[in-house]
């Protein structure tokens, strides 16, 4: 099992930058892919971006491409969320997802590919 915190989400202004944080634990970190997932109000769960094993590899939404970026430490178990320029349209719960990766350093973009989950964090960029 591998138990998944968020934090960091707040109400920020346009144009402002934040970080998210998801703090693993339960199971080796090193051997979790990480991703990102944001559900806004009345949508569809969406995914944001996602890091391989290692750190090594990254793939991101065309949404959040060259405003988001995502980093882990894999020392203290954690990855983060760092997002750049935020938008109204950005508002969402965000949530943090792992999937056992088994020695591959891959990337993986769908949710079905996730079987852990953290609870979210509520981010809200004011316009």
């Known amino acids: 099992q591998v138990q998944l915190v968020e934090s960091g989400g707040r109400l920020v202004q346009a144009g402002d930058s934040l970080r998210l944080s998801c703090a693993a634990s339960?199971?080796?970190?090193?051997?979790?892919?990480m991703g990102w997932f944001r559900q806004g109000p009345g949508k569809e769960r969406e995914f944001v971006g996602t890091?391989?094993?290692?750190?090594?590899?990254?793939y991101y939404a065309d949404s959040v491409k060259g405003r988001f970026s995502i980093s882990r430490d894999n020392a203290k178990s954690t990855v983060y969320l760092h997002m750049n320029t935020l938008q109204p349209e950005d508002t969402a719960v965000y949530l943090c997802?792992?999937?056992?990766?088994?020695?591959?350093?891959?990337?993986?973009?769908?949710?079905?590919?996730?079987?852990?989950w953290g609870q979210g964090t509520q981010v809200t960029a004011a316009s």
């Open positions: 997802a792992a999937k056992w990766s088994s020695g591959r350093d891959y990337v993986y973009t769908s949710f079905t590919d996730y079987t852990y």
């Open positions: 339960g199971r080796t970190f090193s051997g979790l892919a």
């Open positions: 890091i391989s094993r290692s750190g090594g590899n990254t």
